[in-house]
């Protein structure tokens, strides 16, 4: 479903995506782990359009995604790590404007848009305006819209940063549900490793930009000879902080270039 | 074709929510034109070229265009600092569809800001010739509020933060502005200034509104349709062209 081959993306001298290759089977839940700034986002990125490799191929549903970007924009569903909703606009019209943008007929989108914000519980919110709801409400607001639609694949960029166990339960169950039973491919990341096992089948750790290491749980956990997925995933990338301001991580790294190439 | 129109009504809805914002950014043309209308008027008159509010109003008009269509087009530079950008460029729908929706709702606002303005004109004293050719001066207004807004998404594309819009504003759409013929007529004028004028696709812009609200024109009313024209679609090319290749 996903086919990675040595991606490389380089901002100026800086290297954050460092020849990575790695491909997820549909219907696989595939969670990509790493500490801050090892180069999750930036290959999310460049897997769902938004930014160009540097070298390297990615193939969605076995479509190359330099040549059709279109079509492959109509395979997959994202919800972001950093806020992507219109904060001018209510709720309901942020589900609206989505379920417009990605073709969803009026009456079903009426039917889950009602049913999601009340599995979030922001249905009694949902005339509200965006820039009113609290850091909670606006994540949760992203997630219900990231289920509007039923994609081939959802991408899941660390989804439960800021969430209560409550919305967080609701969250993985509801991956699961469309997992199971309409066959999505789910491509996530989390720094939460009891996510990750409970709901994924296979993991790849990334560091520095490389895959430093790829399996199931248990193949993670024999390889580093640990007894749980955090002690494996403190074997592969070490117990020293990224602190991303003494170490910038690529996003910061990529907003500084851009501000001074102009 | 349900893509264009959502980003349309999206760009449409959140002008109207800004109340105070509207009334606010009727300020700066009602001083144009009543601090300059009636602080030039007698030069104005005394140099044998009639009343200056008769010929200023479709100025401030063309001014007030410009401005809130290049605006609402840098509008861009906000929705990639909150974010709301990222969604629409995920989404299955050709970037060209986003950026003509985005386009055409800032070209709506700019002419609703427009038509507010000429209604503070008439406020003012000023009166159109003739009605009879107000709803081709309507679609003037939108031709040229076409073409600004496509500048403003052109720009809009390639900035990254608000330092660069600093630069745009001062060094792209003032010297638009002055040099338009807004606020005085584009006849003997100095060799230079004259080029400059000529260069402009504002002067074509506001001498059609002048052509058909007040029936004076420097350049005939059929070229500025056509440059104002050709002007709207390499200005629409180019920012389909910029916005598609978006990096976030």
Known sequence: MIQVNDLVKSFSDFRAVDQISFSVQPGEIFAFLGPNGAGKTTTIKMLTTLLKPTSGTLAIDGLDIARHPNEVRKRFGIVFQDPSLDNELTALENMEIHGVLYGVPARVRTERTEKLLKLFELWDRRDSFVKTFSGGMKRRLEIARGFLHTPKILFLDEPTLGLDPQSRNQLWSHVKHVNETEGVTVFLTTHYMDEAEKVAQRIAIIDHGKIVAQGTTAELKEQTKTDSLEGAFLALTGTTIRDESANPGADQMRQFSQMWRR | ?248
């Open chain 2, 1 to 248: 074709m349900s893509a264009i129109y959502a980003m349309w009504l999206r760009e449409v809805k959140r002008y109207l929510r800004s109340r105070v914002q509207i009334v606010a950014s009727l300020a700066q043309p009602t001083m144009y034109l009543l601090i300059l209308g009636f602080g030039l008027g007698p030069v104005f008159q005394e140099a044998g070229k009639g009343s200056y509010i008769q010929f200023v109003a479709p100025g401030v008009v063309g001014m007030s265009i410009l401005f809130s269509s290049i605006f609402s087009g840098v509008g861009l530079l906000f929705d990639r600092q909150f974010g709301f950008l990222k969604e629409t460029l995920v989404a299955p729908v050709p970037r060209t569809n986003i950026m003509i929706g985005r386009t055409l709702g800032s070209a709506t606002i700019a002419c609703i800001q427009g038509t507010l303005v000429l209604t503070v004109c008439m406020l003012a004293g000023f009166r159109p010739v003739s009605w009879g050719q107000f709803p081709i001066a309507l679609l003037f207004m939108l031709l040229i509020a076409t073409v600004f807004a496509a500048l403003g998404t052109a720009i809009g594309s390639v900035l990254k933060d608000m330092q660069g819009f600093q630069i745009i504003m001062n060094f792209l759409v003032m010297p638009i502005f002055f040099l338009s013929g807004a606020l005085f007529p584009l006849t003997n004028l100095p060799a230079p200034l004259s080029v400059l004028t000529h260069m402009d696709p504002l002067s074509y812009g506001i001498d059609a509104l002048r052509s058909q609200l007040i029936s004076v024109t420097h350049f005939g009313a059929a070229l500025d349709a056509a440059v104002l024209g050709a002007c709207a679609v390499a200005f629409l090319a180019l920012g389909t062209r910029l916005f598609s290749k978006i990096e976030i």
